[in-house]
């Protein structure tokens, strides 16, 4: 018993002895002495700043720990020392540095760099090891104009230097400027370059150069300004204008001092309205006015601005005063643009017809204002006044001489418009009208001639969707409501696709002739989209290189892709069309089409998914794309009630018409639209049916 006593006490006391040892380990005093060469240095302990050599450090936890040393123009020291109980000393010396470092950075990047005329390497780019001085740098890239400057090198240090290179076109452009003020195109050569790499600000001065130009020396605008104007327009989508206040006041200050130059008017008038800037209008309209002129076409500006504004009783007066003007002859030559933006873009097209009522009353054998009433009444939905000028074409023998020739197979204006798109507007009238025996005395009139198909086909549609007893139109595109949406990954294998039929009919852009590319087509729709499939099968696709995610993968050429046009209305007057291509790119624009006029376009964002895909071996490029119903401001096609087949009839809403054309990248392919287009993409009256099953 005594034995086992004597060993349990022996235990507890080399255990009571560890402990005691383990603590006084534990928290013994520490001290660590830190000196450099030369002194003066930064310490980090563990990344933490401690202080700066000579440094005594204590209470520090035994164990390893990062030590860090820095000093200007000494290269830094980083050490791993490991602290125990008591006193330590760590000496470093430190070694000097003799060079630097340059960092050369340029937008857009890809530029040669060359130091002291020597080519050394390509930006984005980093030198090291370079003596401490003076250096001359030099950056080029083709294209751009070149930079040179002198760059200070310091010891131990880092300089940077970063360069936004501008296209040498733009130093030809400011001395073409200095050396010909008078040249107005220059300033709209320069603006657009500016606008091109993103300096809006810079354009905006341009502008007011410009402007100041012409009002100087007595000049117009040319085609170059013209059209720096419109891009600035729709650029002001991606940019604020900040200095647009004092911008319009410079404006109108420079329309003060020539009130009477109708020109420089014009061009303001057309910034105005580009920024919709309504009541900087109305006071512009008041200089001319107020000089004691009478511009029949600052009147319809004053219309624009008030009716966009809601001032229902001024654009009354001002639709009087312009119709006094033309009775007494004192309107001049007018113009069918200042009607449809003055009244028709804030929907007063009866007003419009009051005026051309007058206008073919005083001129009755001008054909021209014959065509603008019946724009208008096409626009207004009056239909019986259609109906009337077409038979006051057929007895003035106008509309037979519009078949001839020289009014077919063209791009029609308001004062000549195209004959086919004069034949669809009458069986549209006829249409409305419930006249089912004047459309078919049309048809059989003029079927036989090749373009007359187009409209035939649009009206044959419409009766159908009234009346879908008999066969359908041959353009026809089935969606087919899927219970699940596909993955858009641009593959289109997932057999939801299996469900809607394929359409391949595809024809030349330029002709009634099949193309030879050889794309298919299939829609799907769900609560929330309308799906696309489209695949194409070219004879000499390249394959490219891409991203995925919305972005082009494998593509043959830059210009692949499609051409969407989607009007859910059908009123063939307003759609939106959406551009894909390679390497994915969008161009999506809000299109306005009015009757024998050609289109307007405005820039267009929607929020919709899309992804692309190619196979070099089998020369196939495949697009998938969703159009969320809510970004075309409608609401979601109704599931029918019962099926009825292939083509069945579909609830009110639920008939679109709509055109996708597939550009290809070879050279011969040309592009393959889903209905002859004759040359020109935008043709909403030749779209066609979108059936939603």
Known sequence: ????????????????GLGVWFVLDRFARTELLVTSDPAGASVFLDRTFVGVTPLTLTGIRPGPHQLRLERAKHLAHTRRVTVRRGRHTVEIKLQSVSSGRLCVKSDPSGAEVYLD?????????????????????????????????????????????????????????????????ANISNYGELGRIYILEGEFDKAVEVLLQGIEAMVRYGKQPDKSFSEFMAKLGWARRSFDWRHWAALSR????????????????????????????????????????????????????????????????????????????????KAGA???????????????????????????????????????????????????LVSQEFDGLVQSGILAKRRRPEYTHRAGTQVNPD?????????????????????????????????????????????????????PPARVLAAIRCPRPPEIDGRLDEPVWNSAPAATRFYDWRSAKPSNLHPSLRALYDDECLYLGVECDEQDARKGKGDPGGVAVGLPAANTGIELFL?????????????????GIREDYDCVKEPFSIVELEPWAPAYRFQMTAELDTKVWRIELAVPFKVLDIEVPPKPEQDRGACARVAAGTAWRFNIVCCGSSKAGTNASFVPVYGSFHQPTRFALLLFR
């Open 1 to 16: 018993m005594s034995r086992r006593l004597t060993y349990l006490l022996l235990a507890l006391g080399v255990s009571l």
């Open 117 to 181: 005329n020597g080519s050394v390497a390509t930006t984005p780019a980093w030198l090291d090891g370079l003596a401490p001085g003076s250096h001359e740098l030099r950056i080029e890239k083709v294209g751009y104009s070149p930079i040179r400057q002198t760059v200070q090198i310091g010891a131990g240090n880092e300089t940077v230097v970063i360069a936004k290179l501008q296209l040498e076109l733009l130093d030809h452009y400011r001395e073409a400027i200095k050396k010909d003020p």
């Open 250 to 329: 410079k404006l109108l200050d420079l329309a003060r001092t020539k009130p009477k130059d109708l020109n420089t008017l014009r061009v303001l008038h057309d910034l105005f309205v580009q920024k919709e800037q309504w009541k900087e209008i109305l006071d512009l309209c008041a200089i001319p006015i107020s000089a004691g002129l009478q511009p029949t076409e600052v009147y319809f500006w004053r219309m624009q601005a008030n009716g966009k504004l809601g001032d229902r009783a001024a654009v009354d007066r001002d639709v009087e005063t312009v119709l006094e003007l033309i009775r007494s002859g």
């Open 334 to 384: 007018l113009d069918y643009g200042w009607l449809r933006n003055g009244l028709g873009k804030t929907g007063r097209w009866d007003d419009m017809i009051r005026i051309c009522d007058v206008l073919v009353q005083q001129n009755p054998d001008l054909e021209a204002f014959r065509f603008w009433r019946m724009q208008a009444a096409i626009l207004a939905g009056n239909w019986k």
């Open 419 to 471: 004959f086919h798109d004069l034949l669809w507007a009458w069986a549209m009238a006829k249409l409305h009208l419930h006249d089912a025996a004047g459309i078919e005395a049309l048809v059989r009139e003029y079927a036989a001639d090749l373009e007359a198909s187009y409209w035939v086909d649009a009206v044959r549609g419409e009766q159908w969707l009234d009346d879908p007893r008999g066969d």
């Open 567 to 583: 009007d859910p209305d059908r009123d063939a007057r307003t759609y939106k069309q959406f551009c894909i291509s390679y390497p």
